[in-house]
């Protein structure tokens, strides 16, 4: 079967860096992505992977690597408004989405 | 620039009561249209997607249907609400660039079946 996986929830300090972790077994790959939502509102796009290595937009960075099923959404500078779950979804050979459950991160001062 | 808007924002139903919720795209046109149902502690999930007028792929057997009776229209609806269709449901059309093309989400409507 497919298979996302996330850590349920997560805590960090304001101002640090936080990783969050994904890994992924599914049926082919076309792509990673990482989305942010605010409780209670839809998610929001915040990057795609598709090669191995780092993007980096701004405060927030993701890391592929397909060899391992692996790749972490990075963000430094924590500010309170970060405090959201962050949701990682893989595209498969057939082009659908599989989502994870989502990490909720929780930013305290 | 495209827009994506879905409501009702809030609902109570009781079982066995029909249901409707509409979503609309701006902005764009033939767009690939999707609902997810999200519930918590788990991953979205596709119910239904829609790439033109009047064609619908239902990825979950379920007492729920989806409708695109016009090309920026797309409508989940039920003729009898179960329990079990409480949740956050969401609409989504795929956008963003020719490679990535990522989803762009409604405002999402939660559903409470009582």
């Known amino acids: 079967g497919q298979n996302i996986d996330q850590p349920t929830e997560m805590t960090a300090t304001e101002g640090a860096i936080v990783q969050i972790n994904c890994t992924y077994q599914?049926?082919?790959?076309?792509?990673l992505f990482w989305y942010q939502q605010h409780a209670g509102e839809a998610p929001t796009f915040l990057s795609y992977n598709v090669l191995d290595g780092l993007e980096e937009k701004g405060r927030f960075s993701s890391f592929l690597s397909r060899s391992k099923g692996y790749s972490y959404l990075l963000l430094k500078e924590l500010q309170m408004k970060d405090s959201a779950s962050y949701l990682c979804a893989v595209r498969d050979s057939n082009y659908q989405l599989i989502w994870g459950a989502g990490t909720k991160l929780i930013i305290k001062p | 620039s495209q827009t994506i808007h879905q409501w009702p924002a809030t609902l109570v139903q009781p079982v066995g009561s029909p249901l409707s919720l509409e979503c609309t795209v701006e902005g764009t046109s033939n767009p690939n249209l999707y609902w997810y149902r999200q519930a918590a502690g788990r991953g979205l999930q596709l119910l239904f997607y829609s790439v033109g007028i009047g064609q619908i792929s239902s990825e979950v057997p379920q007492n729920l249907s989806a409708s695109r009776p016009q090309d920026r229209q797309f409508i989940l609806s039920s003729k009898k609400l179960l329990l079990s269709d409480s949740g956050f449901y969401l609409c989504a059309w795929r956008g963003g660039s020719f490679e990535a093309g990522e989803l762009f989400f409604g405002e999402g409507s939660r559903l409470t079946v009582l």
């Open positions: 599914t049926s082919g790959f076309n792509g």
